[in-house]
């Protein structure tokens, strides 16, 4: 009994460890999103990103946690990194190289992945922190104010030098979440971008409602239906469709094997929250394009893109449901895992083997793949409508929504995982103090 206690003591003082290292990394980022790069005018970029609500540059500051806004070390944020590594997802389908190495090479060949993504981050951080050095000296204050004090070649490179050092920054600390913290370090880093943003967005409906541009009603009926979003959330992220697998018997030796009854879990919304952020991404860059340009058939065009019209509604969901099925067909192979059944023996009952499996997974997943994208589009549509049409800040927004659930979702599992670990460790333990009594 007493070992017992002593590992359950054990596993509870490793999980408060790997909590607190997570919380600690976590304030690190967050000091370095408030450290400005060298030769910007604070004041003139303040007002120049008042202006720019609504646009391209709200998604990304959303994600870097204030970092863009500020034009912080850390302005960049984990967007390099993802974008790496959504380019190297996507070459493992064109390229059988790239394919055999995540597949065939085991760790040695995931290590390889990981350092060409890392590579790519730093040539995908150099190229953003040019065309951003680039943008600011052209940008001015609402007054009339540069934002840059003394644009040239050197603020150039210092700009990006410092962009590339503060992204290579933020990917390790996620990797160092990831290995000595819990959950996923990348995820939980755009999580806290996006948490420490929500005080100002309740501060900004406050402020709508006592000027008289939100009703108190109308206030609590966002709250209510803002929540009864998330529970929606909730439920569908944990919605799965389980098809049934079956092991045929086969004796090695003297010994049994197989014979058992398993299922294969796929999930409802299989692409996760990459949809939105490609399609969102994709449909504000117009809109942001027109603050820049001066040419009046440039801002209409980028009026016909307003996330306030129909014509962007449209276009978002139909975005939306192309990623949807372009993602999930990236990250899961029907085929591959009718070859791996296979080869272990088993089967889909009613299913031959080999290619009907693989038209019956095939099928399976269009369907699911219809239903998440149905589901993406409300969840992200709605708080766009109240958006536009009541002045409900961007934090309130489905993009954000999905991402906060999500990553709180995976967190809890993570955290529920390390104690059941450290009470099967404690079992473990006593069983083995009996055997030897």
Same mark, same amino acid.
């Given at each position: ?262 299922? +294969? %879990?796929?999930? !409802? ?5 990459? *949809?939105?952020? &490609?399609?969102?991404?994709? @449909? #504000? ?96 549509? +709605? %708080?766009?409508? !109240? ?5 409900? *800040?961007?934090? &309130?927004?489905?993009?954000? @929504? #999905? ?35």
């Amino acid at each position: 009994m007493a070992v017992g206690s002593a590992n359950n003591m054990a596993g509870q003082a490793s999980l408060s460890k790997r909590i607190g290292w997570t919380l600690l990394i976590l304030c690190c980022y967050r000091i370095g999103v408030h450290v400005p790069i060298p030769g910007v005018d604070a004041s003139a970029l303040a007002s120049f990103f008042q202006s720019m609500s609504g646009t391209l540059f709200s998604l990304f500051d959303m994600f870097s946690g204030g970092g863009l806004s500020n034009v912080s070390v850390f302005a960049l944020g984990v967007m390099p990194y993802i974008s790496a590594s959504i380019i190297i997802q996507l070459l493992q389908v064109v390229s059988p190289d790239i394919k055999r190495m995540a597949k065939e090479e085991g760790q040695a060949g995931r290590r390889k992945i990981t350092q060409y993504t890392r590579y790519l981050t730093v040539l995908i951080t150099l190229v953003q922190g040019l065309g951003i050095a680039v943008g600011l000296e052209n940008m001015t204050s609402p007054g009339g104010a540069p934002v840059v004090l003394a644009p040239g070649w050197h603020f150039r490179l210092v700009t990006m030098a410092t962009f590339t050092a503060g992204s290579v920054l933020v990917m390790w600390l996620g990797e160092q979440i990831t290995e000595r913290g819990i959950g996923n370090g990348i995820s939980l880093i755009i999580f806290c971008g996006i948490v420490v943003g929500i005080p100002r967005g309740i501060i900004q409906s406050v402020a709508l409602i006592q000027a008289g541009d939100m009703s108190i009603f109308m206030a609590v009926v966002i709250v209510v239906l803002m929540a009864a979003v998330t529970v929606a959330i909730v439920f569908v992220e944990r919605s799965q469709r389980r098809i049934p697998i079956s092991y045929a018997k086969r004796q090695v030796g003297r010994k049994m094997y197989g014979g058992q009854n398993s299922h +294969l %879990p796929l999930r !409802l919304n299989t692409a996760g929250v990459i *949809p939105p952020i &490609f399609a969102s991404s994709l @449909l #504000l860059f117009p809109a942001t394009i027109g603050q820049f340009s001066t040419n009046h058939y440039v801002k209409q065009a980028a009026d016909f893109f307003s996330p306030h019209g129909v014509a962007y509604n449209v276009l978002y969901v139909a975005l939306m449901f192309f990623f949807c099925y372009f993602y999930t067909a990236i990250i899961f192979d029907p085929k591959d895992m009718a070859e791996n059944l296979k080869k272990n023996g088993g089967f889909i009952p009613g299913i031959r083997p080999g290619e009907k499996t693989q038209e019956y997974v095939d099928t399976v997943l269009s369907r699911l793949t219809l239903s998440g994208a149905t589901y993406i589009s409300v969840v992200c549509l +709605l %708080p766009m409508l !109240l958006i536009s049409n009541f002045n409900v *800040p961007f934090y &309130f927004g489905g993009t954000s @929504l #999905l991402i906060l659930v999500g990553v709180a979702m995976d967190f809890m599992n993570q955290v529920e995982s390390h104690m059941i670990s450290s009470q099967y460790q404690g079992l473990m333990a006593k069983a083995r103090k009996s055997g030897r009594l």
